[in-house]
């Protein structure tokens, strides 16, 4: 199918048909691992249109029109993880330049801007960006980029993609959204203004924790032609198996978001009435801030679920956190499994205690990866495990 056929067409058909074409080869209907480092030209820069691996794969370039064609926009483009593609976008910036940044975010993006770009120059503030007039106060004139990520990890808030970018680009600053979390199945932030849409397609995207990976998504040639120019000469790059891999989770992207989101649904709601939690973050119940604006700017609320305790000491969460038999505890999300996570301890350790208390992170929170099992064995576990406390 031509790509602007499938770019007509719903998500669903565009997830299984978007940068995907019969190999000219062979024929064979899925995209083949291309596992080659470099490619025959029959004169000097008379080539089929890849010269080197790192700068091109075919099995790559299926992924990004794949992904582009999910998120709608012009151009995806591949990274060798999540972190090297935020990496890929903060270096597009120059020193003197600032970043503004929601304060509840994943920790590698906090270490990676703070302790790795700072260095170099290129300055970083922390807000909570779920109330707009925060972002409006803390925008300085250095500021180049907002980075949003909505929901939020691990708190889940929802922060308004369309506000925050009518005030980003009224000041000139461009507005970079990690979809994560989301997915463009519950969310397309280009669809509202976002410059660029950050991916850790370890996460939902590949959907089964058997791959690392990160994509830029964006509209813009501008910043398409930059991100292209730092993956040829940085190298961040992910090999053909994982592309490949990558293009087998999104096709069923979908049908296992809705999975997700129902069964993330039953284990709040499971949660928020059990005498034993005090409080449930998920942006489903009707009882959060964020949930008039997920049910608007979402097409569903996510498999992501946090929830503290009544007995908020530490051990108690523990106990919880060691009890469990569907639930693992690991780092990560995204996958068919459920995962459970400690962010004091894990995702969120590289954040100093006292920046993560002031943004609302309890050191006794717990983050929850909901799958896509049977939900009522999630919360029969859930509830042996919260026995424990
Ligand atoms: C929201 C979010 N963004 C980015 C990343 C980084 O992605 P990766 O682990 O693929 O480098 C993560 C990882 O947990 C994440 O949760």
Request: hydrophobic share 40%; with cysteine; aromatic share 6%.
């Amino acid at each position: 199918m031509r790509a602007d056929d499938v770019n007509q067409m719903g998500l669903g058909t565009r997830a299984v048909h978007a940068g995907q074409h019969p190999d000219p080869a062979t024929g064979a209907v899925m995209t083949p691992i291309y596992q080659t480092s470099t490619y025959a030209q029959a004169a000097p820069g008379n080539h089929k249109g890849h010269e080197y691996g790192r700068v091109t794969n075919p099995t790559r370039s299926a992924l990004e029109g794949n992904l582009a064609g999910l998120e709608g926009t012009r151009h995806g483009i591949c990274f060798s993880s999540g972190v090297a593609a935020t990496d890929a976008v903060a270096r597009c910036l120059r020193p003197g330049d600032h970043i503004l940044a929601s304060n509840d975010l994943y920790g590698g993006t906090y270490r990676l801007f703070r302790q790795v770009h700072k260095p170099f120059g290129l300055d970083s503030d922390f807000v909570d960006m779920s109330d707009v007039s925060n972002v409006e106060r803390a925008i300085r004139p250095e500021t180049r980029l907002l980075w949003i990520e909505t929901p939020t990890n691990p708190l889940v808030r929802v922060v308004d993609i369309q506000a925050l970018t009518d005030l980003a680009h009224s000041r000139g600053i461009a507005v970079a959204v990690d979809n994560t979390f989301a997915t463009p199945v519950l969310q397309r932030p280009a669809a509202l203004g976002a410059d660029l849409v950050v991916h850790s397609t370890t996460k939902y995207l590949g959907g089964h924790s058997d791959v690392i990976g990160g994509a830029v998504c964006t509209n813009s040639d501008e910043w398409a032609e930059k991100l292209r120019f730092l993956v040829k000469s940085t190298g961040a790059v992910p090999g053909p198996m994982d592309c490949f891999l990558t293009l087998r989770g999104t096709k069923t992207l979908e049908v296992r978001m809705q999975r997700h989101c129902s069964n993330a649904q039953a284990v709040a709601e499971f949660l928020e009435a059990d005498a034993r939690v005090a409080h449930v973050h998920y942006p489903g119940l009707p009882s959060f801030e964020g949930h008039d604006l997920a049910a608007q700017q979402m097409d569903g609320f996510g498999g992501m679920v946090s929830f503290l305790l009544h007995d908020d000491r530490i051990e108690a969460a523990y106990r919880v956190l060691s009890s469990t038999k569907v639930f693992t505890l690991a780092e990560s999300l995204g996958g068919v499994e459920s995962l459970m996570n400690h962010p004091a301890t894990m995702t969120h350790a590289s954040i100093p205690p006292e920046e993560r208390r002031a943004a609302g992170l309890h050191d006794a929170l717990i983050r929850l990866s909901v799958g896509i099992e049977t939900p009522d064995d999630l919360i029969r576990d859930l509830d042996q495990a919260l026995s424990k406390a």
